[in-house]
């Protein structure tokens, strides 16, 4: 997993029956939602059911994602603002009371520092509910397994 950097990827064997790819490589929510969106919705097309999950805890920027067949069935994103914001929260969410701003919301973020923290500590619990939670797989797990690699041209369909 060390060498996915430098717009590099690590693909994992199957996990628990879950392929998780990690790395610089992937388009980041929080930098352009709309090339992640474009991203997702597409490998969804072709793999199913996906999930991303992202989080930045010295900047507080987090977002997770849940798409199935190319649709999206919920995501989040926040950077500052709410970047995206669809479909409705789930029971996961609800449970872990996790903050889900709507657009242009008025609150300021330093008001929402503490809640915008706990987001970002409750990520890998979404992860763990929704699938597996990557920061719980043993490192013996990652060694010497998986693909590390680049994209060579990503075209959203």
Request: hydrophobic share 40%; with cysteine; charged share 20%.
């Amino acid at each position: 997993m060390a060498e996915a950097r430098e717009d590099k990827l690590f693909i994992s064997p199957s996990i628990g029956g879950w392929v998780l790819v990690v790395g610089s490589g992937l388009p980041e929510p929080t930098e352009d939602a709309d090339r992640c969106f474009h991203f997702l919705t597409a490998l969804s097309r072709k793999l199913g059911h996906v999930q991303c999950f992202s989080v930045s805890r010295v900047v507080h920027h987090h977002c997770w994602a849940l798409l199935e067949r190319g649709h999206v069935f919920r995501a989040y994103a926040w950077a500052g603002e709410t970047l995206w914001n669809q479909g409705p929260v789930t029971a996961a969410e609800k449970e872990l009371d996790m903050l889900c701003l709507e657009y242009a919301s008025e609150q300021s973020p330093f008001a929402l520092r503490e809640a915008l923290c706990a987001n970002c500590e409750k990520v890998n619990q979404l992860a763990a509910r929704w699938s597996i939670d990557p920061s719980a797989i043993p490192p013996e797990m990652w060694r010497g397994r998986g693909i590390v690699g680049a994209f060579s041209q990503f075209k959203p369909h």
